[in-house]
């Protein structure tokens, strides 16, 4: 949306004269997604489905990921890994209208989850000292007010999503811990222990572990089915070579299926995925690498890769009609579907890992 258009449709808001907006007053974005600006600053973006960019508000910084709040236009976008900050955005006249700021003792993961109401937002931390993870809890409707945290059922949480249609929380707990003081380093690969847990009103319900061969495959992102199918991606921190860098679980099964591919094609990924994403088919699986510059593409149903496609610097990924939209650090935006791979640049835009997706479960 342009910029004085959503001046003119803020203006009606405060007016009364739209009493509940909707994300179609903002021109039904399909996409949220941060990115770096040539001038240096930073933005949150709302896409639409021709990947057309709708609107662009100011971040203070790096952003990473965002999330969509159900029931108006307005989304948080959260900074880069390890942060200690939050923004709030109002979608309609591009304000900032809050910041969370982590509880001392505390870091983001850089994600976040709304209930299906849109009245409480949940967050990944880091107890840093403890070295455990947490769960914060926001209330959305006093202004997102920090009320309670939970444990996330493991160590260093990173993503963190729903499952459609309740208020179950899945988290990737990727096993690793860090330390504001060390910035980015990792400090406990000997002893990394990731898991998926699954989170009812703060009680973790079940927890889904990695064979202990695997311990050094951090689980890192979180894709799930319309049918509630979890979709997980891993970044390897051990030696040699790795056997998978993504797996499916649904809530109840015993243990998580790994996905199969040919040694050269996990190689190729560099022992590292960035994003993923199921395709509206609920079947087809993408995940992205921008290290390898490589988008694969999995079949869940017989359980190995199928397709792969050069991106470079492939980031975000989120389910497009026919298969997939992805976004490149360079800049591009792609398509990627059931025959051919189409390709549209954008120059003023560098995108960051993540291709938020603003479902029907979200809109």
């Known amino acids: 949306m342009h910029t004085g258009r959503r001046h003119f449709v803020g203006g009606l808001l405060a007016a009364g004269l739209i009493p509940k907006p909707t994300w179609a007053d ?39 990921a965002a999330a969509a709040r159900p029931t108006r236009p307005e989304a948080v976008a959260f900074a880069r890994r390890p942060g200690t900050f939050a923004i709030v955005i109002d979608c309609l006249t591009g304000r900032a209208t809050a910041t969370l700021t982590a509880p001392e003792g505390r870091h983001f993961y850089g994600h976040g989850a709304f209930s299906a ?15 455990q993870g947490r769960i914060g809890v926001w209330d959305v409707a006093a202004g997102y007010l920090r009320v309670a945290e939970w444990s996330s059922g493991g160590i260093g949480p990173h993503d963190i999503q729903r499952l459609p249609g309740t208020d179950t929380l899945v988290v990737a707990n990727g096993g690793i811990d860090t330390h504001p003081d060390s910035g980015r380093v990792k400090l406990n690969i000997p002893t990394m222990a990731p898991n998926l847990a699954y989170i009812t009103d703060g009680t973790v319900q079940q927890i889904a572990a990695l064979p202990p061969t695997l311990h050094k495959n951090s689980i890192r992102h979180l894709a799930v089915s319309t049918r509630g199918q979890v979709a997980f991606a891993m970044q390897w921190h051990g030696g040699g070579d790795v056997v998978a860098l993504l797996g499916t679980h649904r809530r109840g099964a015993s243990s998580p299926v790994l996905m199969d591919a040919p040694a050269e094609a996990l190689r190729a990924m560099r022992g590292y995925v960035g994003s993923v994403a199921f395709a509206p088919d609920d079947r087809r699986v993408a995940v992205t690498s921008p290290r390898g510059g490589l988008v694969q593409v999995y079949d869940t149903q017989v359980g190995h890769l199928i397709e792969s496609h050069a991106v470079e610097d492939a980031s975000g990924v989120a389910r497009a009609r026919g298969g997939f939209a992805v976004t490149s650090g360079l800049g591009s935006f792609h398509r990627i579907g059931a025959v051919q791979q189409s390709r549209q640049w954008s120059g003023r835009y560098t995108w960051d890992n993540h291709l938020i997706a603003i479902t029907s479960d979200s809109a």
């Open 26 to 64: 903002v021109g039904s974005p399909a996409y949220l997604a941060a990115a770096a600006l040539p001038d240096g600053r930073y933005a949150l973006c709302g896409i639409d489905a021709a990947l057309d960019v709708l609107f662009q508000i100011p971040l203070p910084g790096r952003g990473h």
């Open 117 to 131: 109401d849109g009245n409480w937002l949940f967050t990944t931390e880091n107890d840093f000292e403890a070295g």
